[in-house]
């Protein structure tokens, strides 16, 4: 599985980007899918994530209510719309797929990682 991330960028407060990641290699609808985030210093830790169906999203509570995680199986991609963009949020994003996820999955239970797109929110 190869997993390629893009969208990140320069954004200031208030502001919104939209990551995309694109997989390949195997079969998109076999994998659960997620994004996970690492600041300097910091853990990496779980952002939000998305069933291999599309029919259920989790989202951690730093990404309720602002971030929404979508799917497209035609085109393969997994999409991250961030909206309210805080100087907290700042990170280097990165996708992952996983054929079983949790409900608040640990990085340790994704299987396959992308190279991250870094986000930076200026305050």
């Known amino acids: 599985v190869q997993l390629q991330a893009s969208g990140g960028g320069l954004v200031q407060a208030g502001g919104s980007l939209r990551l995309s990641c694109t997989f390949s290699?195997?079969?998109?609808?076999?994998?659960?899918m997620g994004w996970f985030r690492q600041a300097p210093g910091k853990e990496r830790e779980f952002v939000a994530a998305?069933?291999?169906?599309?029919?259920?999203?989790y989202y951690s509570d730093s990404g309720k209510d602002r971030f929404t995680i979508s799917r497209d199986g035609a085109k393969n991609t997994v999409s991250l719309q961030m909206n309210s963009l805080q100087p907290e949020d700042a990170a280097v994003y990165y996708c992952?797929?996983?054929?079983?996820?949790?409900?608040?999955?640990?990085?340790?239970?994704?299987?396959?990682w992308g190279k991250g797109t870094q986000v930076t929110v200026s305050s």
């Open positions: 290699g195997r079969s998109f609808g076999n994998y659960n």
């Open positions: 998305i069933t291999w169906n599309g029919g259920s999203t």
């Open positions: 992952a797929a996983a054929r079983w996820i949790s409900s608040n999955p640990s990085k340790d239970a994704m299987e396959y």
